[in-house]
């Protein structure tokens, strides 16, 4: 498929309920033909049941969906052949082999024997799981699973792929890997609708951005665009002995330039202009306190999601190390 | 053409992975025999008796067969979500359930003639109508087997599954007139015996078999093909109303 531009998800007013919980609330987005879009947002934002709905497995409440030309709003399953879906937990049949599952995924989309063999030799070559072919899947380790379960994703080649939390839960070298082929997926034109958690990850994949938060689309943009407000921004991080945290009311009213805040057991100094450490220093020092470690900070697209949605890079944080190592970049 | 690519390769892959395993071919085999000598052992009676028997142990065979594996497995691939990749091909959810049907179908067939087998070294069998016979097996299977899909439909956890399987099954043999005529029964149970389906292919097996029936045949399989129907279309509803949320 070669990419236009035109979207090729259009979804407008979409909102669910389950019984008295509202899901998803009145969220309006597009994706383009051949674009990376990431839905990035906490545990419990309403990523899943997005996809869900737009993939058949949920019904919706009110709205409207078009996937691929295709008015899904009424008949779900109208767009089905167009779509690969990756969910968030690897869901492949645990007494088949590797290449098994690979064979019988591709007969659910009419794919014929010889096709759908030769294709599923080339993505255990592509995924790196030939010497796993004829392991059943029960006996595949995290990132295995997670592998074979895209390698299943895509094993139609569809034009529009759901990646539901692709590296959640697996090691680093495995969740590198799934970045790795999520990346080139993209570049040979399939358009790719990515939902994850982690921050970096949206950053570093996505051409574009929504951020969802309790079932609600805070803002949707492309990362160059969200990243703008604070790239012209210097920032410094101070570690000091005990006390200095406490310093920062005192900091700002001396340093009228800079702001200064406590984040995470250190003082944040930021500015508009390059930051001029050594005073600082020098008033902490003679203060008693002993600085230990000063290091210039890049703001990134967290600092972003935190000052758009308001919610704690802590509590992003904690889902990460919940999830494991798939974080890791 | 693609959709029966689909459909065959879920039958295979539900044969393969469930229905063909040495549990249940050994299960399909001992179930039948351990019901007949049983009876056997009970009534005192001989080889004579293997042709009034042979109705309730095919239909047992089919019923315990069908609804235990269906339902089981059928919930089991939904607790594990690989269900969702059925829901997600592009085939209707009919012709989808019919492929997820169609394996237990046949496993329930399959294990009705077990019986015969070993029938036909014991008794002559030549004066049984198989032209009904084939038939009222096929709708006795089929009509368990969306019996055992209404059940995984309506649950969530396995044991729940075997648990509402059994409340339906047992019943059935001593209400359906597998091992005595439904007249035996008290009056107040009769209502019960006409609202299950496996009582009309009872019927026809005791026809077909022994030359007694109830019912007219083309009633039987009139009432079959209905429930059939019947709970086919009640559990596709159901499907679509508790698990396409």
Redesign the interface.
Known sequence: MKPDNSPVIEVSHLTKH?GEVLAVNDISFNVKEGELFGFLGPNGAGKTTTINIL?????LDSGMINIGGIDCTRN??AA??L?G?V?D?S??????TGFENLC??A??????KNERQTRARELLETFSLTEAADRKFAGYSKGMKRKLTIA?GIIHKPPILFLDEPTTGIDVASARQVRQITANLHRAGTTVFLTTHYIEEAERLCERIAFIVNGSIIKTDTVTNLLQPVQGKHVMLLSVSNGGLKLCEDLNPAFPSYCFENAQGQIRIESAAPVNIAPIVRFLEERGIEVTEARRYLPSLEDVFIQVTGIEAGLMRKEKEKAGGGGNL | MTRWIAFWNILVKDMRAYYLKPPNISWGIIFPLAWTGMFFIRTGSGLESVLTLLPGVMTISVLFGTTSMLAVTITFEKRSRSFERLLLAPISLELLMLAKTSGAILFGVVNAFVPVVIAAFLTDLSGITWTLVVPAILLIGIVSTFLGLFIAVSVSEIFEAQTFSNFFRFPMIFLCGLFFPITALPVFLLPLSYILPVTYGVDILHGAVNGEHILSFALDFLILGAFCIGLFLLSLRNIKRKWIL
């Open positions: 389950f993939t058949g497995l949920a019904r779900p399953k089905q052949h779509i879906v969910p937990e869901n492949l049949y645990p007494e088949l019988f995924c007969a659910l989309y009419g794919i014929r299943a």
